[in-house]
C-alpha cells in the first residue's frame, strides 16, 4: 500500500543553519507531494508541493524536488530561524480522496 | 473568511461520557476529513465525506461516528468516551479535483 516515511525528530539546529528532513514514499501510480508545516497550537498548513517527477516547490525559502528514481522529497533550506521551529510532515496524494502523510518531524531551531 | 472551524478548542471528558466535536468551512469545499494526531503517529484518518451525503470509514473509525449535515459542516461524534480517544482531533476540507487539504485549529481532547 502507499506510505511516507519520513526522518525521526527532533532535530535541533542554530539559526542560520542548513536545514534537510528526509522523506521517501512508496506508492502505486504517479502521486502528488506535499509538505505540510504545523506552528505550535495550530492546523497544519500546505508548504509547497509537486505534482511530477523532477517538479521542485519552493515556498518561504524552502524548497523539495520529487525524485521518482529514488522515491524521496526531502525538504531543505539554506539557512533557518527561529521562527521555523515547527513540526514538518511529508505526504502523498494519488488522486483519491484520501491523504497520506508520514509522522511529522519536529524542528526546533535556537537562536 | 474563516476557512476551516472548529468547537470546541479544549474539552476534557470522563470515561463513558459523549460528546460531538463540530467543523464547519466556508471555502465551499466538497470533501471534509476527520483525523486524530497522536505523538509519534502522525494524522491518522477517522471518517472523511467525499461530498454531500456520503461518508466512509479511514483508518481508526471505531468508536466514532460522523455526519455530514450539510455541504459546510461536518461533525464527529464519540458516543462513549475512552482514555484511548485522548488525542487532538483535526478536521480538514478539500475542494473536488484538487490536492491541497485545509485544516483547522484541532481540538484537544483528553479523556479520564
Known amino acids: 500500500g502507499n506510505s511516507v516515511t519520513q526522518m525521526e525528530g527532533p532535530v535541533t539546529l542554530s539559526e542560520e543553519a542548513f536545514l534537510t528532513i528526509n522523506c521517501t514514499y512508496t506508492a502505486t501510480g504517479y502521486p502528488s507531494l506535499f509538505w505540510y508545516v504545523q506552528y505550535p497550537g495550530e492546523g497544519l498548513q500546505l508548504l509547497l508541493k509537486a505534482t511530477k517527477a523532477d517538479d521542485k516547490g519552493s515556498n518561504k525559502g524552502f524548497e523539495a524536488t520529487y525524485r521518482k528514481e529514488t522515491t524521496s522529497f526531502h525538504l531543505e533550506k539554506g539557512s533557518v530561524q527561529v521562527s521555523d521551529s515547527a513540526v514538518y510532515f511529508c505526504a502523498l496524494d494519488t488522486g483519491g480522496f484520501k491523504t497520506i502523510f508520514g509522522a511529522g518531524t519536529r524542528l526546533f531551531v535556537k537562536a | 473568511n474563516a476557512g476551516v472551524t472548529q468547537t470546541p478548542k479544549f474539552q476534557v471528558l470522563k470515561t463513558g461520557q459523549s460528546m460531538t466535536l463540530q467543523c464547519a468551512q466556508d471555502?465551499?469545499?466538497?470533501?471534509m476529513y476527520w483525523y486524530r494526531q497522536d505523538p509519534g503517529m502522525g494524522l491518522r484518518l477517522i471518517y472523511y465525506s467525499a461530498s454531500e451525503g456520503t461518508t466512509d470509514k479511514g483508518e481508526v473509525p471505531n468508536g466514532y461516528n460522523v455526519s455530514r449535515l450539510n455541504k459546510r459542516e461536518f461533525s464527529l461524534r464519540l458516543e462513549s468516551a475512552a482514555p484511548s480517544q485522548t488525542s487532538v482531533y483535526f478536521c480538514?476540507?478539500?475542494?473536488?479535483?484538487?490536492?491541497?487539504?485545509?485544516f483547522g485549529p484541532g481540538t484537544r481532547l483528553t479523556v479520564l
Open positions: 480538514a476540507a478539500r475542494l473536488a479535483g484538487g490536492p491541497e487539504q485545509f
Open positions: 471555502m465551499n469545499h466538497n470533501s
